[in-house]
């Protein structure tokens, strides 16, 4: 199984609801990323786990919450977004965050996020 | 500080002629370096990596990349393009010494080939 999948693929959410992105693994990658890429754009990184632990968060504000509750899953909690928060939100994994490994990243289908 | 640079925002290619993808890079210490493929809607698909040895990589769907010290670069090549590699061209890097976990995307590129 090489696959990262997301869910939901679309989420359609108000500025005042609350909703969840998951996102799950299977290959025993113990680091887990989240990006977010506008239209057109390179995605931008947003948090990274190590071992279940945050390891990078990039000034990322507090409406977007990360957990990582076991090393198989990734979840990105929203609250109180913004339209301009609408983008593509992917997910992605690699065998571990060592540079010595020089390992590529897998990424999922991304969940296609629109705030109303 | 790591960067990545894709001087072309599109490329237009006939098919079955050879394609080029331009990518340049900025890193201290060794370089890692990643080409990724979108198609539309969808996550990054990986390709193929530079990790060390042959300057010359092989990946999936026919691609390669060569690597180059000397001129920082890493581009994209296949020698005869179909129509279904159209689509949208990331090169990425992961390199230096207190930014190793992250990796950094280039712009994107478009790559178009014509039947």
């Known amino acids: 199984d090489t696959e990262v999948t997301q869910t939901p693929k679309h989420l359609v959410m108000g500025m005042t609801n609350k909703k969840s992105l998951k996102c799950e693994q299977h290959?025993?990658?113990?680091?887990m990323y989240w990006y977010k890429q506008k239209a057109k754009k390179p995605p931008e990184l947003m948090f990274v786990?190590?071992?279940?632990?945050?390891?990078i968060n990039e000034s990322v504000p507090s409406r977007f919450s990360p957990e990582c509750p076991n090393s198989s899953l990734l979840n990105l909690h929203l609250h109180a977004l913004q339209p301009e928060d609408s983008a593509l939100y992917l997910c992605?994994?690699?065998?571990?965050?060592?540079?010595?490994?020089?390992?590529?990243?897998?990424f999922g289908q991304g969940t296609r996020l629109t705030v109303v | 500080a790591q960067s990545v640079a894709q001087p072309e925002d599109q490329v237009n290619v006939a098919e079955g002629n050879p394609l080029t993808v331009k990518c340049t890079y900025s890193?201290?210490?060794?370089?890692?370096l990643f080409w990724y493929v979108q198609y539309p809607n969808r996550g990054l698909q990986f390709l193929l990596k530079?990790?060390?040895?042959?300057?010359l990589v092989k990946g999936s769907y026919g691609f390669e990349a060569e690597f180059n010290k000397s001129q920082t670069s890493f581009h994209l090549k296949k020698p005869s393009a179909l129509v279904s590699d159209s689509a949208l061209y990331f090169c990425?890097?992961?390199?230096?010494?207190?930014?190793?976990?992250?990796?950094?995307f280039g712009s994107g590129t478009r790559l178009s080939i014509r039947p």
């Open positions: 530079y990790i060390t040895g042959d300057n």
């Open positions: 786990y190590s071992y279940e632990k945050l390891s």
């Open positions: 290959m025993g990658h113990r680091a």
């Open positions: 890193v201290s210490g060794n370089p890692y």
């Open positions: 990425a890097v992961r390199g230096g010494y207190s930014s190793a976990s992250k990796i950094i």
């Open positions: 992605a994994s690699s065998v571990t965050l060592s540079i010595t490994m020089n390992t590529e990243a897998f």
